[in-house]
Every structure is written in structure tokens, then in C-alpha cells.
């Protein structure tokens, strides 16, 4: 058995909430931490192994390079800037495109043969350059996709519904952003459906709708109120690490490439998938109904019309 290693590249606010995750809740022997600011880096692995007396487990936490990535099991990225007022998505994706690069080739570089987790923004975009660039098997490149969209939506029907976030079985899939969407007819409360579960409660539908549109806003109002999301991300990314490190078969709805899947092909999408110690194992294929088909299309479309328009261009460049 490989040791449970992980390799963290970047260090800002989403990075060190995945790595304080880890921390606390275990199940990792060592951590690497690499980022462009040496010194914040090497504060921030001090930090960390502080709180190792009162961790549940022995875990090394060190400031490393990328020739550390050699034995890794996971390698998660979470590098890259952030969106800034009056840039558009595009010129974002356009910047990110060219550090993921570097990144990438970085990595591989040292002999890294694991899995690639993909935090940095556009996220669906940002996966699809790394596995490009990697030379990876597709199912070994991941983005963290709808994770979090889908935590976010679990969170605010459990609250409205009064039970349980753990037994609240439903999906956001499509892009992470505005084009996001829910498959109702497969959203469960336990094992009853969730319309049945309205209409039962004496719910109104519409409601769920307004549940939608508060996951959607959710990031907005999170920058608008403290300037940037990161716990919920920190979280969802540990979940996913710990799916591939555990060899667990879980099924979480990360950004992954589909073949055919859904009528698509050659793209990086949030849909639900089982996660393994080889990554994707397989990609769940829903019967989607008409509308939701079109808004799994919609989102496809968007984030193709953004990678032709100059994402691939870069990635052509030397």
C-alpha cells in the first residue's frame, strides 16, 4: 500500500481549509504543502503541526517542492487568482489557464502517477486543462465540480424540511456557476421522493425552486458579506480526498470527463460519479428529463464556447 500521502499546491484561504480539514478529522499520513510565497508556506505548515498534540492521528506536515508529488496518492490544486471585480469569466479562465499549465507540468515532471484534484476556477475548464496537460487517464483527473453545490443544497432542504443533511439524497449538476441545476425527480429524503415529501408536508413546489436559487446566490452572499467562501470548499474537498484515499466507491458530484455520457463528449462536467482510489470508477448516467437535459446542455455550451474561444489556444502555446 502506497502511504496515505497528499500534496496541496497553494496555500490560500480554500487550500488551508481543505489541509485544517485534514487536521482534524484524519486519515492522512502526510501532507505537503507547496505554493509560489515560500515563507507563508513554511508558516503555514507550522501552524498546522502545532495542532498535532490534539489531532486524532499522527500526520507529517511539511513545506515541500514538486518533486514531492513523485509518491503521492492525491495531488490537489488549489492555486491561482481569484475573480476580480469587472473581470470576466473568461479572462479569469484565461489567466488560471496559463498557471495550471506550469503547475501540471510541474507535477508530472516529479513521476507523479496518482490522482489530480482540480479546486482552482472555472473549475469545469480548469480540469479539463490539467488532464490535457497531465497525459493522465481521464478518470485520474478531477475537478471538485458541484461538490459544494450540492452540500449547500443538501444543507438548505434539510433545514427547510426539519431533518437530517445526512438523509438528504439529491444532486446539483452542470456547471459550477449561474448554470447550475437540480434533478428533482432524483432528489430523495431518505428513501421518499422529495416531491412526495412536499406535496405530503403540504409544501409548496415553487418552493423548490427558491431552494435552487439559494444555492445558486449562496457564493454571492457569502463575498458580498466576508469577501470570499472557503470553509464549505475546505470541507468538500477533504470529502473527495478521503473517497480516493479510502478506495470508498462514494458517489459525489465532481467535475469529470464524459464520453458519450448524457449525449455529450469531450468536456468537463458536474455530475455524479463513483469515486475510487483510481479516481472516477464510473460516471453515473440519470435519465434526465427534457428541461433538465437542456440545462445539462446549456452548460456544456457554455464552457465550450469559452475553452474555443482561446482556452485551447493557450494550451497549444509552448
Not at 496537460?133 to 444543507?155: E, F, H, K, Q, W
Not at 470529502?239 to 455529450?264: F, H, P, W
Request: a negative charge.
Amino acid at each position: 500500500m502506497k502511504k496515505r500521502k497528499v500534496v496541496l499546491v497553494g496555500t490560500g484561504f480554500v487550500g488551508m481549509s481543505m489541509a485544517y480539514a485534514m487536521l482534524n478529522r484524519g486519515g492522512i499520513e502526510e501532507l505537503i504543502l507547496i505554493d509560489i510565497d515560500k515563507d507563508k508556506t513554511v508558516g503555514e505548515e507550522m501552524d498546522l503541526s502545532h495542532g498535532l498534540p490534539y489531532a486524532p492521528q499522527k500526520m507529517t506536515i511539511k513545506a515541500g517542492d514538486y518533486a514531492d508529488c513523485k509518491d503521492a496518492q492525491v495531488v490537489v490544486i488549489t492555486a491561482g487568482i481569484a475573480q476580480k471585480p469587472g473581470q470576466t469569466r473568461l479572462e479569469l479562465a484565461e489567466v488560471n489557464t496559463k498557471i495550471m499549465k506550469q503547475i501540471t507540468k510541474s507535477i508530472m515532471q516529479s513521476g507523479f502517477d496518482g490522482v489530480i484534484v482540480v479546486a482552482s476556477n472555472p473549475v469545469d475548464l480548469m480540469a479539463y486543462v490539467v488532464w490535457k496537460v497531465s497525459g493522465l487517464p481521464r478518470n485520474r483527473v478531477i475537478g471538485s465540480g458541484t461538490v459544494l453545490d450540492t452540500a449547500r443544497l443538501r444543507y438548505l432542504m434539510a433545514d427547510y424540511l426539519k431533518v437530517s443533511s445526512k438523509n438528504i439524497h439529491a444532486y446539483i449538476m452542470g456547471e459550477h456557476g449561474d448554470s447550475s441545476f437540480v434533478t428533482w425527480d432524483h432528489a430523495y429524503v431518505g428513501c421518499k421522493k422529495v416531491k412526495d415529501a412536499m406535496k405530503d408536508g403540504g409544501h409548496p413546489m415553487e418552493d423548490l425552486k427558491k431552494i435552487h436559487e439559494g444555492v445558486v446566490n449562496a457564493a454571492y452572499e457569502i463575498i458580498n458579506k466576508k469577501k470570499a467562501t472557503y470553509y464549505g470548499i475546505g470541507m468538500a474537498l477533504e470529502r473527495l480526498v478521503k473517497a480516493i484515499i479510502n478506495d470508498e466507491n462514494s458517489i459525489l458530484t465532481v467535475s469529470t470527463y464524459l464520453e458519450n455520457q448524457y449525449g455529450q463528449n469531450d468536456i468537463y462536467i458536474g455530475v455524479p460519479a463513483i469515486i475510487n482510489r483510481s479516481g472516477v470508477r464510473e460516471v453515473m448516467e440519470l435519465n434526465l428529463n427534457e428541461y433538465e437535459q437542456e440545462k445539462l446542455n446549456h452548460s456544456c455550451d457554455l464552457i465550450r464556447e469559452m475553452r474555443e474561444s482561446s482556452i485551447d489556444k493557450i494550451m497549444e502555446e509552448e
